[in-house]
């Protein structure tokens, strides 16, 4: 029963991130906008930072659910969910 709760948790997390990137990825220049007004990282790398985000939040994703890498993965998602709601 725990390795189901675990599937599901990982199936929501996992896919949590997925969705979350592709809206980023289908609008980079809102990210950009949002980034810029928050000023959490140094001028003129907010668009690069907007282009590339989502790219891996999508990749993290995947790995999460179904890849080898499924360690690395959760430390990113960590770390981009530390970043972002500091």
Known sequence: ???VI???LVLIIGGLFIVAG???AWDPGSLGEELIAFQLLP???ELPVALYLPY???IAGIAVIAGPWRAGA???LAGLTVVFIT
Request: no cysteine; glycine share 6%; aromatic share 6%.
């Open 1 to 3: 029963m725990a390795r």
């Open 22 to 24: 592709l809206l980023k």
């Open 6 to 8: 675990d599937w599901i």
């Open 56 to 58: 891996l939040e999508i």
């Open 74 to 76: 959760r430390l990113i």
């Open 43 to 45: 001028d003129g790398l």
